[in-house]
């Protein structure tokens, strides 16, 4: 009975919402081509109304959601998804245009749910005098001349890992997210962290970051309620090291320049702004780090030959090198010319984040097409990085590709321009430890040959990759020796 009385008014509801919908994208579209006469809106379909493309978005895999519009539509198209309308660009120059030469133009955009849980003073939601002055402090933290001293803490730590996986089967990708964010927490808080605060830590984060990637319910008992609790958590950890760490010696690390730094006029970074930068750095590293080593255990397992030219690489630097017990020195890590395009062909491949998302601040033409303001605007790195034009066989694993460098604008792993990724040379050098002692002194089995991926929400082959990883014989030592 109640539901008989109920449908009709539900149907007058509807329909009236829609009617109201569609009626206010008409008077959009009027009004931005009125205000800019001439310029008409980049080619392709908004779809439904309000939810627009989203459904289709979740329903297929989004990079080929992404390509068949590219086939379509060409290279800038617009389209409609999570209740905003949107500019999708897969050239190089647009993705210059937007991430670097008119930066000033678009605004970083987050949805506040994700602010919340990493903090609003977080550099990333931030242009402008604040944004600078945080990116050179993280950047000058992450800077080779300061990864440098971390190096040993780095080959101890991947030590420390791959004897923890001998002859045990292991989801790859859990094992590389252990070890991305240990190196996450040393390039943070520095070597003297003790072992307790450490564990609350990962503890806390771990809730913090499950509710990140979930529906943002409140409602208590959810994954985004506990991760919101968790983060407070994290804030009570973070606030009660800072007050320790005021009051004792400092060590060089990304949490005390952060205390230290003062602005032009004497102002220093509150404890809200410190915490909120301290646990985005941490979001920004672990993840990707972790899903580009993936990757790259896959990519190796599946090229033997390449395999073996890598073992004969390190084997070389680690016999006329200097590093003790065949830990890597900074010098030894420069030498590793196939290593290092080896990571670059694995980055383009997986492609971790394929695309990240700014906000037009004004109406902004580019090549005879308005962006609308309020419209997010999207470069599509993987889009770039697939392209034929730019990558001949663009589905094929060639490292030989990065002998040269790649044309301007057209690899862009870590981003570009103002927001471009500082984390790049200890996620690199992560890469490149890990490879060194797994080639070295290991060989692993795969146990899932899929060629599927999985986003949650970087992009990881299927399962995570379940290994076996075994560390070689003395016989097998004896082999590579000789083969060096
Ligand atoms: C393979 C690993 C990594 C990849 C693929 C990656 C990729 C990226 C990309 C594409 C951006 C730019 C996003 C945008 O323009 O919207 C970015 C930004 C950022 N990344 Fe990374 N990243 C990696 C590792 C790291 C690490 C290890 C750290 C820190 C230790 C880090 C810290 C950051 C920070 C703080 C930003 C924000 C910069 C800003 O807004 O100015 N990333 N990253």
């Not at 670097?100 to 550099?123: D, H, N, R, V």
């Not at 080896?342 to 037009?360: K, N, Q, Y």
């Not at 929400?457 to 560390?471: C, M, N, S």
Request: aromatic fraction near 12%; proline fraction near 6%; include cysteine.
């Amino acid at each position: 009975m109640w539901i008989i009385c109920e449908l009709p008014v539900c149907w007058l509801f509807f329909s009236v919402s829609l009617s109201l919908v569609v009626f206010s994208v008409v008077v959009l579209i009027t009004t931005w081509q009125k205000r800019s006469p001439g310029l008409s809106l980049p080619p392709g379909s908004m779809g439904w109304p309000w939810i627009g493309e989203t459904h289709k978005f979740y329903s297929e895999d989004p990079n080929v959601f992404f390509a068949t519009k590219q086939q379509r539509y060409g290279e800038i198209f617009k389209t409609h998804l999570l209740g905003y309308p949107c500019v999708m660009l897969a050239n190089p120059e647009a993705a210059r245009f937007v991430l670097s030469t008119q930066a000033q133009l678009f605004k970083p955009t987050y949805p506040k749910s994700k602010e919340t849980i990493i903090g609003p003073s977080a550099l990333f939601f931030h242009q402008g005098d604040y944004h600078s002055r945080l990116r050179k402090l993280v950047q000058g933290s992450l800077s080779p001349e300061a990864i440098r001293f971390l190096l040993p803490d780095i080959n101890s730590r991947v030590i420390s890992l791959l004897t923890s996986l001998e002859g045990r089967t292991v989801t790859t990708f859990h094992e590389m997210k252990n070890l991305s964010f240990d190196v996450g927490i040393l390039a943070v808080f520095g070597r003297d962290l003790d072992d307790q605060c450490k564990e609350e830590l990962t503890k806390y984060y771990c809730i913090a970051e499950k509710g990140y990637n979930s529906f943002p319910n409140r409602f208590p008992g959810t994954l985004y309620s506990k991760a919101v609790a968790a983060r407070k958590k994290l804030e009570e950890i973070m606030r009660q090291l800072i007050q320790e760490r005021r009051q004792g010696r400092m060590e060089k690390n990304l949490l005390s320049v952060l205390m230290s730094s003062q602005y032009n006029n004497g102002v220093t970074l509150s404890d809200d702004q410190i915490v909120d930068n301290v646990i985005g750095v941490l979001f920004a590293a672990r993840d990707t780090t972790a899903s580009a080593m993936t990757w790259i255990i896959k990519y190796l397992y599946a090229n033997k030959k390449l395999l073996e030219s890598i073992k004969e690489e390190h084997a070389s630097v680690c016999r006329l090198g200097e590093g003790s017990d065949c830990w890597l020195s900074w010098e030894q890590t420069r030498k590793l010319k196939l290593t290092h395009r080896v990571i670059m062909e694995s980055l383009r491949m997986a492609s971790i984040i394929s695309f990240t998302f700014r906000e037009a601040v004004a109406d902004v033409e580019y090549k005879g097409y308005l962006i609308p303001k309020g419209w997010k605007v999207l470069p599509l790195f993987r889009n770039i990085h697939h392209s034929a034009e730019f990558f001949p066989e663009p589905k094929k694993f060639n490292e030989s590709r990065f002998r040269e460098s790649p044309s301007p604008g057209t690899f862009l792993p870590f981003g570009s321009g103002v927001h471009a990724c500082p984390g790049n040379e200890l996620a690199k050098m992560e890469m490149i430890i890990l490879m060194h002692h797994l080639v070295t002194k290991y060989r692993w089995e795969i146990l899932e040959s899929s060629s599927d991926i999985e986003y949650g929400p970087f992009p990881i082959p299927k399962g995570g990759l379940p290994a076996q990883f075994f560390r070689q014989s003395s016989k097998e030592d004896e082999q590579l020796k000789e083969i060096a």
